[in-house]
Nanobody, 130 residues
Framework: QVQLVESGGGSVQAGGSLRLSCAASRYTFNRDCLAWVRQAPGKEREGVASSNTGTVTTSYADSVKGRFTISQDPAEYPLYLQMDSLKPEDTAVYFC???????????????????????WGQGTQVTISS
């Protein structure tokens, strides 16, 4: 059973930074469609950023462009989300998600748009105070 485990959440003031990490047990990220998804209280899950490691393509929600960076260390394999210039509206539980196997950019983007991934982490809380 593949398990994804997020870490790095916490509470910071607006304008601050956090880096989230996602590690997989019994699996190594390699040429997969990966994503960070968040859910704020009372709201639906929202795709934040995706990384198609098979084609080295990333995409971001408009609300985080220029502030968040998704990356994967090819040597260490964890998935990261660097979050800078944080805003109170970024407050949410952040989940990492993975669809194993090579996907085209189009199929990965559809997975991201529909939050349709096979594997999900348990989430990590990010709270931004004003």
């Amino acid at each position: 059973q593949v398990q994804l485990v997020e870490s790095g959440g916490g509470s910071v003031q607006a304008g601050g930074s956090l880096r989230l990490s996602c590690a997989a047990s019994r699996y190594t990220f390699n040429r997969d469609c990966l994503a960070w998804v968040r859910q704020a209280p009372g709201k639906e899950r929202e795709g934040v950023a995706s990384s198609n490691t098979g084609t080295v393509t990333t995409s971001y929600a408009d609300s985080v462009k220029g502030r968040f960076t998704i990356s994967q260390d090819p040597a260490e394999y964890p998935l990261y989300l660097q979050m800078d210039s944080l805003k109170p509206e970024d407050t949410a539980v952040y989940f990492c998600a993975a669809e194993p196997g090579f996907l085209t950019d189009y199929r990965c983007s559809r997975k991201f748009a529909n939050r349709d991934f096979v594997y999900w982490g348990q989430g990590t809380q990010v709270t931004i105070s004003s």
